[in-house]
């Protein structure tokens, strides 16, 4: 809460809501700005009732409605996703949290919020066998239906990340400008690639990033040998050829099957590491919240009584502004213990 929200009466700044005043009115009255006066309607809609669209302005009588002609963007087809097996729904039964995992159990991830459950059989490698054949039966059968394979050298700039396009599939959330081009000319490209985190220099916001194994290159399968329209792709320069006086130079199915399950190692590497920075921020804001309630409560809590039953015990005799504050720490507690993802997986399976 910040020194602005404690300025603000709340009962008064309702009073002045329910008298049809503005919100830029009532924040000019307290001083505070307008986005203060909506955060405090927004939480308490209790004292601040909706106004619907009573504000908005009103066309003239036989005054028609002038619409521009949009155009229809195109179709995309979606990918099926791959629905719980009934394996998942028995290894729910003792699926265990990261930090109880131990080196010689499967670290594959059963639900995709938090608190996070792993499937913990018992393994010599980082999954199970059920779960590592699933992992790679996919890439596997796409790799070994195609024949014909070729690099393609790119041009500067082009395997960095293209612009979020919600229209796309979850699958091409990530994709490169130049997988982006050849996929929109109806080519078939794979580059290797491998993710990481990086923290923003200014937000301190974490980011995640694609970045390519082989810089410059990229592969393209072309069954048809249609290396004149490939050339034409935005963002292609030329072909790897052999040497001089060869042409294009063709990669192998088992190659281009070696470097899918290379990548397929790393993303999954990726994955587990980014479950072990969440669920660890999970544990830190936790303690973080229950020592701000400890503070804030009175003491002589019981050894058996939660801090959140405790705050919500001693909610009612706390003051207006606290009150506010502790209902939020107590609604992040809820949210980052609950376990409604797990629910939900048991749910569906």
Request: with cysteine; hydrophobic share 35%; proline share 5%.
């Amino acid at each position: 809460m910040t020194i602005q929200h404690r300025t603000v009466d709340i009962e008064a700044a309702a009073k002045l809501w329910r008298d049809d005043l503005s919100a830029s009115q009532i924040a000019k009255r307290f001083g505070v700005s307008r986005n203060v006066i909506v955060g405090l309607a927004f939480r308490n809609r209790g004292l601040f009732p909706w106004r619907g669209d009573s504000g908005k302005k009103s066309r003239a009588p036989g005054q028609a409605k002038t619409t521009r002609p949009r155009k229809l963007a195109p179709e995309l087809r979606s990918e099926p996703e791959i629905p719980p097996t009934a394996y998942d729904a028995e290894r729910l039964q003792s699926a265990k949290p990261l930090h109880h995992l131990s080196a010689r159990e499967c670290c594959w991830p059963l639900n995709t919020g938090g608190p996070y459950l792993f499937c913990a059989a018992e393994t010599t490698g980082r999954y199970c066998r059920n779960h590592h054949a699933r992992s790679f039966a996919e890439e596997r059968g796409k790799s070994m239906n195609r024949s014909r394979w070729y690099a393609i050298r790119t041009a500067p700039g082009y395997q960095r990340m293209a612009a979020a396009d919600e229209r796309l599939p979850e699958s091409r959330r990530m994709e490169s400008i130049i997988e982006r081009n050849c996929r929109k000319d109806g080519f078939d490209i794979f580059m290797p690639s491998f993710y990481k985190e990086l923290k923003h220099h200014r937000t301190n916001e974490i980011i995640e990033k694609r970045f390519p194994f082989l810089v410059g290159y990229a592969f393209v399968n072309l069954p048809r040998l249609n290396f004149e329209e490939l050339r034409r792709a935005d963002g292609v320069i030329g072909l790897l050829r052999g040497s001089i006086g060869y042409g294009p130079l063709e990669f192998p199915d088992g190659m281009i099957e070696d470097l899918y399950f290379a990548e397929h190692e790393r993303r999954q590497a990726f994955l587990y590491e980014q479950h072990c920075r969440r669920e660890n921020w999970r544990q830190e804001r936790v303690h973080h919240l229950r020592g701000q309630l400890r503070k804030i409560l009175p003491k002589g809590r019981k050894a058996r009584v939660s801090m959140v039953d405790q705050a919500e015990m001693a909610i009612d005799s706390l003051s207006p502004q606290i009150k506010e504050r502790v209902q939020k720490i107590i609604s992040e507690l809820n949210g980052l213990t609950s376990d409604v993802e797990v629910e939900n997986l048991r749910q569906a399976v």
